[in-house]
C-alpha cells in the first residue's frame, strides 16, 4: 500500500523555522517526482516547492523563493521541507505528494499520491 506521512507542523512565530517530512512507504522516493503544496482556509492550493525525478531540478513558488528548500533522504525514503523566516501568510496546512509518470515538475493533476497534510500556523 502507498502511504504518504508528513510530520513537523506547528504553531511557531514570525521569523521562525520549521522541517516538514514526508516518509514514504510503498515506493521509492528516488523514482518519483515530489512535491509541497499548501492550502489555506478560502484559498486555492499552491505549490510551494517541487523536487524533479528526471534531473536535479528545484522549482519555488516566488512566495517562497529563498526561504524554503525542499530535499529528500533517499535512504529514509523521506522528502523535506526545510521553512525559514516563516510569516503569518504562510499559515497552511501543508501536504506532500508524488509523480512517477509526469517526468518532471508540473501541475496538482500529476500527483497520484498525496499525504494528509500537516498544519503550520505562523502567529505571535
Known amino acids: 500500500q502507498v502511504r504518504l506521512v508528513e510530520s513537523g507542523g506547528g504553531l511557531v512565530q514570525p521569523g521562525g523555522s520549521l522541517r516538514l517530512s514526508c516518509t514514504a512507504s510503498g515506493l521509492e522516493m528516488e523514482y518519483y517526482t515530489i512535491a509541497w503544496f499548501r492550502q489555506a482556509p478560502e484559498k486555492e492550493r499552491e505549490e510551494v516547492a517541487c523536487?524533479?525525478?528526471?534531473?536535479?531540478?528545484?522549482q519555488y513558488a516566488d512566495s517562497v523563493k529563498g526561504r524554503f528548500t525542499i530535499s529528500r533522504d533517499e535512504a529514509k525514503n523521506t522528502a523535506y521541507l526545510q521553512m525559514t523566516y516563516l510569516r503569518p501568510e504562510d499559515t497552511a496546512r501543508y501536504y506532500c505528494?508524488?509523480?512517477?509518470?509526469?517526468?518532471?515538475?508540473?501541475?496538482?493533476?500529476?500527483?497520484?499520491?498525496w499525504g494528509q497534510g500537516t498544519q503550520v500556523t505562523v502567529s505571535s
Open positions: 505528494a508524488t509523480d512517477q509518470y509526469s517526468g518532471g515538475c508540473g501541475p496538482a493533476s500529476g500527483f497520484d499520491t
Open positions: 523536487i524533479s525525478n528526471v534531473d536535479p531540478n528545484f
